[in-house]
């Protein structure tokens, strides 16, 4: 057990609704939306226009300079319309609409067996990148530049993360329970990248099965270790994660890499092992459904693209009208208006909750210290507030305003129930989009 | 799909802890010190209870229209003030006093700062202190007995002239004249002094709820305490003398004043350092007043001297943020 601690906050996680239920491959219904941009970064560059045929696993737009990915197809059809779609993030994004043939004609050479052992760096490298993959963790950051840092010698750690702190998410645990072999096979390909590291595992004890079953596999493996996390919020986060395994710091103008670490999520390294090995790119994600609203939640394996309308349908629908649609956990998520919006490489769930919680009026402070108390990154959020809404943005920066990673565990705690994360989250964005 | 959802900024969900829940934990926390206080002086007690109560609320209330100010759903804390108040009055203090001490707290001190959350002192104690200072000897009387009266007009009348009681010294008092004090008595609450500080033994059963339902955390009360405790053993001219220690810890309105008042959180430092250090000053404030000075209290005026000092507390421990430690401690 992981024995460094963090602030944060213990929290109902809600797993219970859907952790039991196996993964349900699901096949689309209706047209696929590929957005342009579904990661960090700039948006990709198309590479089909109207009325071309594709195939599965089809290059359909390339990444557009260093930071951006490719986007691969997950069915084959005719391109139908390349416009601008509503997304999870709110907004409206250029993207490649395809009708279905309902054929699924593959791409040559998809799916074929390659051994990495015999792969160069430069080689496993190209395959990540041609595969389109991102953090699938939800930040979305291009895989192939995490990768790729400065000095390969100098990572001693690649971490995977299977914390999977927000609640009601299960999808990556059951990816750890149903295919736990694709997680070490990848993290094997990514350990032959950088010869100095140990591969890191890192469960919260919430997770027993999913723990019991990637350490029988790490068995004999002297270079992977699974460790336990304690269960807490946010355990997941690269700064807390990167803490209790390594008792390495971070701020925020740190990547991992400038301390010797490469962390992935549970899901991306099992896209390398399949982008590697099995020269199969990234086009189904796993995805939990789940939350108070939906009458039976439920893990799926769907094509990205594919509407999430069609998945609240395959998971019966709502048993009561929802108030609040989230895309993400409740912690971190984004709520979105209308769910009618495809699957996409940084969306690994859809929650439906009958009662919005957040929908409370804001009272007075009454100093109680809870903020500062459960700020992993040992803020003083009440601070931050009162300067963001004084617009006094020398002093929010000099207390630290941009080290803030938006976990929401100071609004979350708050008893006035105020917009701490909201205000500090905001106020950031401003004082970065005056920098650039 | 019918119609739109909500849609806001991350987090969606909220924990169930709203500052009305924790007003009403600091009450639960202060029944059994009322139900003692009323016990063991007479349901007069209860009357000075139910008026400061009563007087916080109202003012309360009456300010918000007077002033065209939204009536915020209520939230509870009118009540802790009123009855944190009642604490402090002596059983036998005229009714209006009290009355006057609840307008003072909740108006002069909490309102016309910006209410909820902005008043400098606590509000409970300050109108205590202009109590003191005006009142000084209808403050300083206090009843070692039940006061025993037979009408309900009695208990409405000036309480000195009901008291039948002994009127006598406080157990602070014995210990500054050089006497010892009985220390069963004193944890039990068999002793004279306000109506909630007596019962020991009932204010810490309270304050072990506070800390079990994590309102309070033990830093300010405990730094508090010890750090009177060593101020004592060092100054009180008494070494190693167990019951003069204790006496001056169980004796006064010390345990009171640590758990219930120095912990309140609009006028305390909002930081774990700041809280130490703001218990650690209040400490040796009152053991200056109490052992240096000529009075036999000090708890009051330590906490509202403080209270002074919190911003400046605040500011000098502002934390540094996780991974910036060295950043500022290198150069």
Redesign the interface.
């Known amino acids: 057990m992981a024995k460094l601690r963090?602030k944060g906050?213990h929290?109902?996680d809600g797993k219970n609704l859907s952790k039991d239920k196996p993964i349900t491959v699901l096949l689309p219904k209706g047209d696929l939306v590929f957005p342009l941009l579904q990661h960090a970064g700039k948006p990709a560059r198309p590479l089909v226009s109207k009325g071309d045929q594709v195939l599965v696993g089809q290059k359909i737009a390339e990444a557009d300079g260093p930071v951006s990915a490719n986007i691969i197809s997950s069915v084959s059809g005719t391109v139908k319309a390349v416009e601008k779609r509503l997304t999870a993030t709110?907004r409206m994004v250029e993207s490649i609409v395809i009708s279905n043939d309902n054929e699924y004609k593959k791409t040559e050479g998809y799916g074929q067996e390659r051994d990495y052992t015999k792969m160069s760096k430069e080689e496993i490298r190209e395959a990540v990148k041609e595969a389109g993959i991102v953090g699938l963790g939800g930040a979305g950051f291009p895989t192939h530049v995490k990768l790729s840092p400065k000095n390969d010698e100098k990572i001693d750690y690649v971490i995977v993360n299977g914390a999977e702190c927000e609640?009601y998410l299960t999808s990556d645990y059951r990816l750890m329970l149903e295919e736990p072999e694709k997680i070490i096979g990848g993290l094997k390909i990514l350990l032959s990248l950088f010869k100095n590291a140990k591969g890191v595992i890192g469960i919260e004890d919430n997770k027993p099965e999913a723990i019991e079953n990637l350490r029988k596999l790490a068995e004999g493996e002297n270079k992977i270790e699974v460790k336990v996390l304690k269960t807490k919020y946010p355990q997941g986060g690269e700064?807390q994660m990167v803490?209790t395994l390594t008792g390495r710091?971070?701020?925020?103008d740190?990547l991992p890499a400038d301390v010797g670490c490469i962390v992935c999520n549970v899901a991306t390294v099992a896209a390398v092992y399949l982008a590697v090995a099995k020269s199969t790119p990234l086009t189904h994600m796993t995805v939990t459904v789940s939350g108070d609203a939906i009458a039976e939640p439920q893990n799926f394996r769907v094509p990205v693209g594919m509407s999430f309308?069609e998945l609240v349908e395959a998971a019966g629908g709502f048993k009561s009208?929802?108030?609040?649609?989230?895309f993400?956990g409740?912690?971190?998520?984004?709520?979105?208006?209308?769910?009618?919006v495809p699957v996409t490489k940084t969306t690994s769930s859809l929650l439906g909750?009958v009662k919005?919680?957040?929908?409370?009026a804001e009272?007075?402070?009454?100093?109680?210290?809870k903020c500062?108390?459960h700020c992993?990154?040992?803020?003083?959020p009440?601070?931050l507030q009162m300067l963001a809404l004084n617009n006094n943005l020398e002093m929010f920066e000099k207390?630290?305003g941009m080290?803030c990673c938006?976990c929401?565990c100071c609004?979350?705690?708050?008893?006035?129930?105020r917009?701490l994360?909201?205000t500090i989250?905001?106020t950031k964005q401003q004082i970065l989009a005056k920098r650039h | 799909m019918s119609g739109l959802y909500n849609v806001s900024a991350a987090p969606h969900t909220r924990s169930p802890i709203t500052t009305k829940t924790i007003m009403q934990d600091v009450i639960i926390a202060l029944i059994p010190a009322c139900l003692f206080g009323i016990f063991n002086f007479g349901l007069r007690a209860l009357i000075v209870i139910l008026a400061t109560v009563l007087t916080c609320a109202v003012t309360e209330y009456v300010y918000c229209r007077l002033m065209k100010k939204p009536v915020n759903p209520w939230d509870y804390s009118d009540v802790v003030t009123g009855l944190i108040l009642a604490l402090n009055l002596p059983v036998s203090i005229p009714i209006w006093m009290a009355v006057l001490g609840g307008v003072f707290a909740i108006l002069i001190v909490k309102m016309l700062y910006g209410g909820l959350g902005q008043n400098v002192m606590n509000p409970a104690l300050a109108a205590r202190g202009f109590l003191m200072i005006s009142f000084p000897t209808r403050m300083a009387s206090f009843a070692l007995e039940k006061i025993s009266s037979p009408g309900l007009k009695d208990y409405l009348r000036d309480g000195a002239l009901v008291l039948d009681g002994v009127s006598g010294a406080t157990p602070l008092g014995q210990l500054k004249a050089g006497e010892t004090v009985d220390l069963l008595k004193l944890f039990i609450g068999h002793v004279g002094g306000t109506i909630g500080e007596t019962g020991t033994l009932f204010l810490l059963l309270g304050a072990a709820y506070l800390v079990y339902r994590k309102i309070i955390s033990l830093r300010i009360p405990l730094s508090y305490i010890l750090s009177f405790a060593v101020f004592a053993l060092i100054f009180g001219g008494k070494g190693f003398d167990s019951n003069y220690l204790l006496g001056q810890i169980l004796g006064g309105g010390l345990i009171l004043g640590a758990f219930f008042m120095a912990t309140d959180y609009v006028t305390s430092p909002a930081t774990p350092k700041g809280q130490i250090i703001y218990g650690i000053f209040l400490g040796i404030m009152t053991g200056i007043f109490r052992i240096i000075g000529s009075g036999v209290e000090g708890v009051t005026y330590a906490i509202l001297l403080g209270n002074l000092l919190v911003p400046m507390i605040d500011n000098l421990t502002r934390p540094v943020a996780f991974g910036r430690e060295r950043a500022k401690n290198g150069k």
């Open positions: 963090f906050i929290i109902y709110g609640p700064r803490y710091k971070l701020n925020s740190k309308a009208e929802p108030e609040k649609i989230v993400g409740p912690m971190m998520g984004t709520a979105m208006h209308s769910y009618d909750f919005d919680e957040a929908a409370v009272s007075a402070c009454i100093r109680c210290g500062h108390e992993p990154l040992n803020l003083m009440i601070r207390n630290y080290e938006g929401g609004s979350y705690v708050c008893p006035a129930k917009s994360t909201q989250t905001k």
